[in-house]
């Protein structure tokens, strides 16, 4: 129980909350920081709050700028307060990442944006919305693939570390760290898939005995993933099942520093090689599918068949139908949407060849396991020594990058949720979004996400937002909506 002596203590003054401290510090002692005051605006409300800035997770960090954590806790729960019913006993822990493109992600701080569209810019963040709604915001930072101490598995690490850091101090600090509820999108969504898939698997614990991670618990209580960019492994062949004979693209030359992304479209068509590379890629796809033992909501098995077709694609289908319906429901003309049947008012069919060429491909084939090693997860799956390696046999064996090596399968193993759901420790409650105009990876990787949680029975709210592209944080008052309803519940990892 935290009383208010307790919760005291935590805010002594030993040290500036802002200022790093030296790895030979690191006691993972929370009461070690003292927190600021501060205040902001979030729809017209103002919020108080504590912040604890830069905080290492660790005792022996390989990387101090990101292997750090901020904590945000609304200023009522120091003095018994309450948000929202929620009280520093209470309150859960809102964890979101900041991880774009496996690239190195810095922990993110309230007001300074995230992954939402455009027109969101000039409204509250989700970080912001959080401590305005009574949750604690513990935001961590991790390693990524430009580094060479951040290649895989670094990233799932450094964020099960800093799962660890909290659940080891929930005595002495507001928030419930029973209740984490994990966030990302991209790179991060997939992230925050994978931490609550494998929670407490005995697979990292090799690599968080290294960084000196607290002795405590890495399991969390839900999952919220905006387009996880997950399953790596397949992706490939998933994204020929959806966009196998669309030969011209729009691909993005993306540069990033940390989370901040700026796009930009270069247009091209594939040429001969690429065209057979898709071609080849698109019958592996019906094989990983039926492996996989995958139902529907009714129990009906989802598996296709030589061609790609079968009720696997039908509930792909399904999904995308019934986000078209809510977009016709609210008024939206779907007129131009030639490949929707519509009759009466209702969506009556589609076509998702033509679904498929109405979104456009973004990327060549291979999607993620580029055989020049040219794609950022090549990256990923460098070593220290190596920095691109290959992932996948198929793409080894199409191979055109001088002296190419293949990642060992224990490393390829630690980045796929697919391997931990139903075996590891995992959440009751997920929540699962990708938009029907995102083309960063095929709709397939998080219906298949969708139906293996659902078949290891965990409680998963999936859809496919009506047209929204490659993005996240864009529905916060749905997302917070389902976080306060779940935290209701006594069900834990």
């Given at each position: ?128 919305v959080a401590l305005s709604q009574g949750f604690v915001v513990a935001s961590p930072g991790a390693r990524g693939r430009t580094s060479p101490n ?344």
């Amino acid at each position: 129980m935290k009383t208010s002596a307790s919760l005291a203590a935590a805010a002594v003054a030993l040290c500036a909350c802002s200022t790093p401290r030296s790895a030979a510090d690191n006691s993972l002692d929370f009461r070690q920081h003292s927190g600021s005051a501060q205040t902001m605006q979030v729809n017209g409300q103002t919020v108080a709050y504590r912040a604890y800035e830069n905080i290492v997770y660790v005792r022996n960090p390989v990387d101090a700028e990101y292997q750090r954590i901020n904590i945000y806790i609304p200023e009522a729960y120091f003095n018994g307060g309450t948000i929202n019913g929620y009280t520093a006993d209470t309150a859960p822990i809102f964890f979101p990442n900041k991880v774009g493109g496996y690239m190195p992600g810095k922990p993110g701080q309230p007001g300074k944006g995230g992954f939402g569209p455009p027109a969101a810019a000039d409204k509250a963040d989700a970080m912001q919305v959080a401590l305005s709604q009574g949750f604690v915001v513990a935001s961590p930072g991790a390693r990524g693939r430009t580094s060479p101490n951040g290649k895989a598995p670094a990233a799932i690490v450094d964020l099960k570390a800093a799962v660890r850091y909290l659940r080891a101090n929930d005595s002495v600090m507001p928030g419930d760290a029973e209740k984490i509820i994990a966030n990302g999108t991209s790179a991060g969504g997939a992230l925050s898939v994978l931490l609550g898939a494998s929670g407490d698997s005995a697979d990292y614990e090799p690599y968080l005995q290294a960084l000196g991670a607290a002795e405590a618990s890495d399991a969390i209580f839900a999952v919220s993933a905006y387009c996880p960019i997950s399953i790596l492994e397949h992706a490939d062949a998933a994204y020929e099942w959806q966009f196998n004979g669309i030969n011209d693209y729009q691909k993005m030359d993306i540069s990033m520093l940390d989370y901040q992304v700026e796009r930009r479209l270069v247009p091209g068509t594939l040429d001969a090689a690429q065209i057979r590379l898709s071609d080849a890629l698109k019958p592996l796809f019906p094989g990983y599918v039926n492996s996989l033992g995958l139902k529907d909501d009714n129990g009906a098995p989802l598996t296709l068949d030589a061609n790609g077709n079968g009720s696997f694609k039908r509930y792909v289908e399904r999904h995308i139908m019934q986000s078209a319906q809510g977009a016709l429901d609210v008024g939206q003309d779907l007129s131009s949407r030639t490949w929707l049947t519509i009759q009466g008012g209702r969506i009556a069919g589609m076509d998702f060849a033509g679904y498929a060429r109405a979104a456009g491909r973004m990327k060549t084939p291979p999607a993620f396991d580029a055989v020049d090693l040219s794609a950022g997860e090549n990256q990923l799956f460098g070593t220290a020594e190596t920095d691109k390696q290959h992932f996948t046999a198929f793409s080894q064996q199409h191979n055109t990058a001088a002296g190419a090596t293949r990642a060992d399968e224990q490393t390829v193993k630690l980045m796929n949720p697919m391997h931990y759901i139903g075996t590891a420790r995992n959440p009751q409650h997920w929540r699962i979004r990708a938009g029907t105009a995102d083309r960063d990876t095929s709709l397939a990787i998080s219906a298949i996400l969708s139906a293996k949680l659902q078949g290891s029975g965990k409680t998963v709210d999936y859809a496919l937002p009506w047209n929204v592209p490659h993005s996240g944080d864009y529905d916060l008052d749905q997302l917070f909506a389902w976080m306060r309803q779940i935290s209701t519940t006594q069900q834990q990892p």
